[in-house]
């Protein structure tokens, strides 16, 4: 029997309302530099892509892993040929900030039907490759109340798929990994992770399925 229903974050509980790309270049003019949209979301792309995870720890990392996204940002800038009078650590100290305010972010339509329906019957928990920031997020977009534990990877020292989120996140639940669903939209952090970790996993591939699904599979 399922008694704890674990969700990954973004993507899976929640979208941005505007592209990275725009948000970077946003930013990027309060500082008096003009880049392209484009051309700033087609280098996040490539960033993302080709940056390796976080240094793993044994428990929190003490920066928030906001060094890792200093040089990813870096590492974007560089790829655009920033404005050479811009103030890189100014900019991306507003940048971090950015992502935390509201309306930036939206719960997929589905979100709250599913997780109201869940609520009570289940225990909920969000397991999320994501920094503090997430804890902003989730009270911003007003689900904060849903969730028993929200496990952040800044905050266990280690990332999906590795076994050791996951397992941190049954401690907390209190629930063995068998008696434990995963949702997600990552094939390898969200499914493959999971399933390693022996958890029940719900592979979310929108628009072929949703998170109503997964009532029905409950």
Known sequence: MTRAVFFDAAGTLF????????????????HGADLCEDDLDRAFRWAWRDARAPHETNGARPD???GWWRALVGRVLDACGS????????????????FTR???????????????ALKGRV?????SNFDSRLRTI??????????????????????????????AALVRAGVAA????????????????????GLLVFRLRCPENSLRDVLELL
């Open 102 to 116: 509201p309306g930036v972010w939206e719960l997929f339509p589905e979100t709250l039907e599913v997780l109201a």
């Open 15 to 30: 979208r941005l309302t505007r592209s990275v790309g725009w948000h970077y270049r946003d930013v990027a003019l309060r």
């Open 178 to 197: 068998s008696e434990a669903l995963h949702i997600g939209d990552e094939p390898e952090a969200d499914w493959l992770g999971a399933e390693r970790a």
């Open 64 to 66: 928030d892993d906001r």
């Open 83 to 98: 404005a050479p009078g811009l103030d890189r650590d100014a900019y991306f100290s507003e940048l971090w900030s950015e």
């Open 123 to 127: 225990r909920l928990g969000v397991i």
């Open 138 to 167: 989730l009270l911003h977009l007003g689900v904060t109340e849903f969730f028993d534990d929200i496990v952040i990877s800044s905050e266990v020292g280690t990332e999906k798929p590795a076994a050791r989120i996951f397992s």
